[in-house]
DNA sequence: TGTACATCAGTGAACGCGCGTTCACTGATGTAC
DNA sequence: TGTACATCAGTGAACGCGCGTTCACTGATGTAC
């Protein structure tokens, strides 16, 4: 087993320059999290993964949070084309692709671990210093908003607020992927399980709900198309 | 402005022996990750503000991480406490009871932000070391469960295995926590917004769905009850 | 009530560590002529 | 084609720092007699 090759291929080897170090330095940054979790993530240790002196990062990343907020950048874009082709593999309705929306949010979560837990990390909630980042996260979100616009506009769903139902069907969709990042799913089932399988289960759920009876358990829950929200007044910010 | 004033009301201040150190250090812990996030919690800041040695937490917890548990272990008491009080507010029936299981939970993690990102942080998620945590956690999520059985034994939701159908609630109480908890929501709503109000939606949405016309969208979906599940093959773990 | 003593919650100095970042530098590369 | 030179991606040593944890210790407390 030969420890710390380099995986991005540089244009030679042995030499002084390294030819692809960006690249490498990001490949190192992921494998790094994948094993110690970002919260660990030292730039020392991804410079020494890339074989790479430890001021050599500095070439190509202003800081360590400069390196996360790359990382989580190309985070949204790729999940962006994971919802773009989860929606274009879908041949049906409104109504599905608002689904696979989800589905392809869930897989792309699944299939990059360590790098979901970068874009939702703490040190990255405000992104104003990283304009392209919140710019990519922006056009991820707006998938779903989207989604559900369309689907409005066809009286497929009920006309409440569409920012309103966005997130519920985010919370959704980022709880699941927030339990997968985080390894929490084999609390609840000890069974192999197809992520595509249960992300659309939870679409489904979100569709149409568990309760039986039709549209009656709407009605009692006063969570009716205009029922007035009754807002309780204990424990709330 | 004070500084460094104990929350904690010891019994004599200004003596050798603190009095309350255990209880101190814990609000000062959380004081701290209210600040910095758990990410930067150090031992020594928390011995700091509870006016203290940097040995002397030694004293009462055996590591930082131990000091983490024992705040993650409280709020999982909390949690359940909080869960429980919903519930016995509620005067309705299975169903009820079951949204209001999702209210408690929400209405906890958004008073405890701080402690509710411990709780569900990285370096937890192994809680095996912290066997009094790990109990506390799943007293908390049997709550969830439970009620679901409840339901269904009335047949007021369907009889989906109860583990997927708390997976899917639980993924999306879990993930409006998240939110809430990572100050995320703003970029949602500007407005702003009832907590218990947007729970009692979520929760609304889980039971009922937000597609209209019926249960059309049950079988559509391949969701319906005794339906096989198909799993798609692409991208999965 | 008074004294001797065990207990143990605190002190403060020290350990070794790895970190982010900076600095003056070196040497490979590619381009102008 | 050959040479001079500007560029800039790398080096490696050093900075100052705060961390978790340990150690021998001190002094307040409470109890046995």
Redesign the interface.
């Known amino acids: 087993m030969t420890l710390r090759t380099k995986k991005s291929t540089p244009k030679r080897s042995g030499t002084y320059h390294h030819g692809n170090l960006r690249q490498a330095l990001i490949d190192a940054t992921l494998e790094v999290i994948d094993e110690v979790?970002h919260?660990n993530l030292s730039l020392r240790d991804v410079a020494r993964r890339a074989g790479v002196s430890t001021a050599a990062p500095y070439r190509h990343f202003a800081s360590r949070e400069a390196l996360l907020a790359q990382v989580a950048e190309e985070g949204y874009r790729m999940m962006s084309e994971?919802i773009e082709g989860a929606i274009a593999a879908c041949d049906g309705d409104s109504?599905?692709r608002l689904?696979e929306v989800g589905v392809g949010y869930v897989?792309f979560a699944?299939?990059n671990r360590a790098r979901y837990?970068v874009m939702?990390s703490?040190?990255l909630?405000d992104k104003s210093a990283y304009p392209a980042t919140e710019a990519a996260a922006a056009r991820s979100?707006a998938y779903l908003l989207e989604g559900i616009r369309a689907c409005q506009a066809e009286?497929?769903?009920?006309p409440?607020d569409p920012?309103?139902?966005?997130?519920?069907a985010?919370?959704?969709?980022?709880?699941?992927s927030?339990?997968i990042s985080?390894?929490?799913?084999p609390?609840?089932?000890g069974e192999r399980l197809?992520?595509?399988?249960?992300a659309?289960?939870?679409?489904?759920?979100?569709?149409?709900?568990?309760?039986?009876?039709?549209?009656s358990?709407?009605d009692?829950?006063?969570?009716g198309r205009s029922a007035p929200?009754?807002?309780?007044s204990?424990?709330?910010?």
Do not use: C, K, M
Not at 229 to 232: L, N
């Open positions: 979790g919260r994971s109504l599905d689904r897989l699944n299939a837990a939702f703490e040190e909630v979100f009286g497929r769903i009920v409440d920012r309103r139902v966005a997130l519920a985010w919370s959704a969709i980022h709880g699941l927030s339990l985080a390894g929490q799913l609390i609840v089932h197809s992520i595509a399988e249960l659309r289960y939870v679409g489904g759920v979100l569709l149409s709900g568990v309760a039986t009876g039709g549209r358990g709407v009692r829950l006063g969570r929200d009754v807002a309780p204990t424990g709330e910010e």
